[in-house]
């Protein structure tokens, strides 16, 4: 009934009115959590998140993003800002165990700098 009386560009449309970019960018912020998220908390000097109660669910937080990024593709196709879209949030959900290889001595700056180009 409600397909009859909303044209599709009204209000009472069922599309999601949050971007999938930005939902796949919050999933992937949740895979960091531990990292980027307590980085900035200590940059604004808030202290310690406790997000590391969120490490057992990091599967679910990349398998989620995942979904998000592949949703958001086949909606909008492979535009600049699709690739823009999906190269920042795989950065964002990848940023800890860059990191992690980082400080073990097995991932240079100048090895990740190559692999950004």
């Not at 970019?21 to 959590?33: D, H, I, Q, R, Y």
């Not at 908390?41 to 669910?57: D, H, I, K, Q, R």
């Amino acid at each position: 009934m409600a397909e009859c009386c909303c044209p599709p560009s009204s209000s009472c449309s069922t599309k999601s009115k949050l971007p999938t970019g930005v939902l796949a960018l919050t999933g992937s912020l949740l895979c960091s959590s531990c990292c980027l998220v307590q980085l900035a908390l200590n940059a604004l000097s808030l202290g310690c998140g406790g997000f590391a109660v969120l490490e057992p669910a990091k599967p679910y937080f990349r398998a989620l993003t995942a979904a998000l990024l592949l949703h958001h593709l086949v909606n909008h196709g492979i535009t600049k800002r699709s690739v823009a879209i999906v190269s920042l949030v795989t950065l964002v959900a990848a940023s800890q165990d860059i990191l992690a290889l980082h400080n073990k001595g097995q991932l240079s700056l100048s090895q990740l700098h190559s692999v950004l180009e």
